[in-house]
């Protein structure tokens, strides 16, 4: 799905951190996990955006971390139940989606489990 161009070029990150940024504190949101997740991560945060509609509630929200474990992102929050249905979604998603090219994946590989297409089934970057 992404091309080997695209697959190589972090600039995702720094375009999801100009819109999301805030929901990370100072620092920003951190992608501890490869851009094939890009699209998937991209929705969530858009939709955790539009649901954070209380300004009291913008202010406190953070997420504290995204990171890829046995083939699936993590992304840990301090939001409520709405915003865990939202981040469960997302998490099943990425369980189908590979994490290199965002091409349909499936989960693979013993010890290092991860989600990915035939095409790049076993690739090391
Ligand atoms: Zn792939």
């Not at 920003?28 to 991560?41: A, D, K, P, T």
Request: glycine share 12%.
């Amino acid at each position: 799905m992404l091309t080997d161009d695209v697959i190589k070029d972090h600039g995702w990150r720094e375009e999801l951190n100009r819109r999301f940024g805030w929901m990370g504190g100072e620092h920003g949101l951190y992608f501890e996990c490869l851009g094939g997740w890009r699209f998937v991560l991209k929705d969530m945060l858009e939709r955790i955006d539009a649901t954070l509609t209380d300004p009291e509630k913008r202010e406190v929200f953070r997420i504290s971390q995204i990171k890829e474990k046995f083939g699936e992102f993590r992304v840990y929050h301090n939001g409520d139940d709405r915003i865990d249905r939202i981040v469960d979604a997302a998490e099943a998603a990425s369980h189908i989606t590979c994490d290199v090219c965002a091409d349909r994946g499936w989960t693979q590989g013993a010890g290092w489990i991860s989600t990915r297409c035939s095409k790049h089934s076993g690739w090391r970057g």
